[in-house]
């Protein structure tokens, strides 16, 4: 079955599921605003895995390449890497919500800094942060929230809570 099929099936059925996206081409998000014009209220919660150290990603995919798996050119995954926040950014109003998760070299476990919904008005942080979540991803998620706050109540996102539909 394709790929393609699967998700529809998916969809139709009502069911939840997942899919893992890099999220780092616009054609990612092309993916995810399927989901959402299938059905508006799907819901969309994202798991972001970043880093400040490319090297890291770098590293891993060598790493991956060389047990066997398909090779991800460097210049590929340094393009994704840029692309990550700035594409986010644009789409954030896809995502029902964003558990941000910072990696770094000496965590034996990467650790869950940040949590946000949205249809919140606040926004979760926890530990130390990273320049990738202080200086980038912290002030887009209080754009967001400031912005909703700013709408009056018959433009803010309805949707009924007891079903939002399958995740991702």
């Not at 890291?56 to 047990?67: G, N, V």
């Not at 393009?79 to 965590?107: Q, R």
């Not at 990738?132 to 929230?145: H, N």
Request: glycine share 4%; net charge neutral.
């Amino acid at each position: 079955m394709k790929f393609s099929d699967l998700i529809k099936r998916e969809l139709i059925s009502g069911r939840d599921f997942g899919v893992e996206l890099n999220l780092g081409f616009q054609s990612h998000y092309d993916f995810l605003k399927s989901i959402k014009s299938f059905n508006p209220n799907n819901s969309v919660e994202v798991v972001l895995f970043h880093t400040d150290d490319i090297s890291l990603c770098l590293d891993r995919a060598k790493t991956r390449h060389e047990q066997g798996l398909h090779l991800v050119p460097p210049e590929t995954i340094q393009e994704m890497y840029d692309n990550t926040i700035p594409l986010l950014k644009e789409n954030l109003h896809l995502t029902t919500s964003l558990l941000a998760i910072d990696v770094t070299a000496n965590d034996i476990e990467p650790e869950l800094r940040i949590k946000y919904k949205d249809d919140s008005t606040k926004l979760e942080v926890f530990g130390r942060q990273s320049i990738w979540i202080e200086k980038e991803l912290i002030p887009i998620l209080q754009l967001a929230i400031k912005q909703r706050l700013e709408l009056s109540p018959n433009e803010t996102k309805k949707v009924p809570k007891h079903r939002r539909g399958p995740k991702l």
